[in-house]
């Protein structure tokens, strides 16, 4: 299995991204899926979060209301679209999937992981 992420980019204080992330290898539609990021010097940590497969979605407090993630399992992609975007939001963002239904929301409960695609935000 390989997850690959795609759509960082550098934007300005209050723009928009959209995050992808493509799943090859197998079909992970019963599998829960989530990003994570990681700022400079700082652990990674749980941003967004969908079960699979019934779809419902969790966040993080720092972008709840702002980001939005879902998923086309048929496609097999995960994406994550980033609103409303603020400085501290400047990370590598990561995609990930555990083979359970159930989101998780730490980094050890996840079995697979994408590389990162950098997201900064500037002022």
């Known amino acids: 299995v390989q997850l690959q992420a795609s759509g960082g980019g550098l934007v300005r204080t209050r723009d928009s991204l959209r995050l992808s992330c493509r799943v090859s290898?197998?079909?992970?539609?019963?599998?829960?899926m989530a990003w994570f990021r990681q700022a400079p010097g700082k652990e990674r940590v749980f941003v967004a979060a969908?079960?699979?497969?019934?779809?419902?979605?969790y966040y993080a407090d720092s972008v709840w209301g702002r980001f939005t993630i879902s998923r086309d399992n048929a496609k097999n992609t995960m994406n994550l679209q980033m609103n409303s975007l603020k400085p501290e939001d400047t990370a590598a963002y990561f995609c990930?999937?555990?083979?359970?239904?159930?989101?998780?929301?730490?980094?050890?409960?996840?079995?697979?992981w994408g590389q990162g695609t950098q997201v900064t935000v500037s002022s």
């Open positions: 969908i079960s699979g497969p019934g779809g419902e979605s």
């Open positions: 990930a999937a555990r083979r359970y239904y159930r989101q998780g929301y730490y980094n050890g409960e996840y079995d697979y």
């Open positions: 290898g197998r079909t992970l539609s019963n599998y829960a």
